[in-house]
């Protein structure tokens, strides 16, 4: 298991894990793909005998970026490294592949910014990801309706 950048030649592979993924990331055009490819700091996978076992995207302060859950952060903490969504693919579960990434992101970030962050579906619910969070050291420090109310997001911290 490696841990290494997307490439262009990811970005198809990429979205579709992300469109996979829904609900509990949010879906993606390809044009907002590519936005991410372009401008997050952080943006990398897991292949697993060739296949795509997962991804993160990471950013970071200071961006143009119009998530309101970015925005929120963005009004707590001049520094800080925000987790955009991570996906692991169904035949990739339960193998550290999350955890990977993960520590992977962290380790780009520490010394860097002192807080780690990131929102977790509460409506619809992710009851895996919420209990996976909170295992990490992650606390929630409030929630936070989006799309309308027609989600509620956990907001959550871990201190570096």
């Known amino acids: 298991m490696q841990v290494s950048d997307v490439t262009a ?3 198809d592979d990429v979205h579709t894990l992300n469109e996979a993924s829904v609900p509990h990331v949010n879906s993606l055009s390809m044009d907002q793909m590519r936005w991410f490819f372009e401008h997050a700091p952080y943006f990398r996978l897991v292949r697993l005998d060739d296949r795509l ?30 987790v955009d969504r991570v996906a692991v693919a169904s035949h990739s579960r339960q193998l ?7 520590e992977d992101f962290t380790a780009t970030l520490r010394g860097h910014v002192p807080v780690l962050v990131c929102e977790v ?31 509620e997001v956990a907001l959550l911290e871990k201190r570096l």
């Open 53 to 82: 076992a997962g991804f993160l995207v990471g950013l970071m302060q200071g961006l143009d970026y119009a998530s309101a859950n970015y925005r929120f952060f963005s009004r707590r903490h001049e520094v800080f490294g925000y």
């Open 121 to 151: 579906n509460i409506r619809p619910p992710n009851p895996v990801s919420l209990a996976y969070h909170e295992r990490h050291g992650f606390a929630r420090i409030g929630t936070q309706e989006t799309e309308g109310g027609k989600k």
């Open 9 to 11: 030649n990811d970005l």
């Open 96 to 102: 550290g592949i999350a955890s990977q990434l993960y």
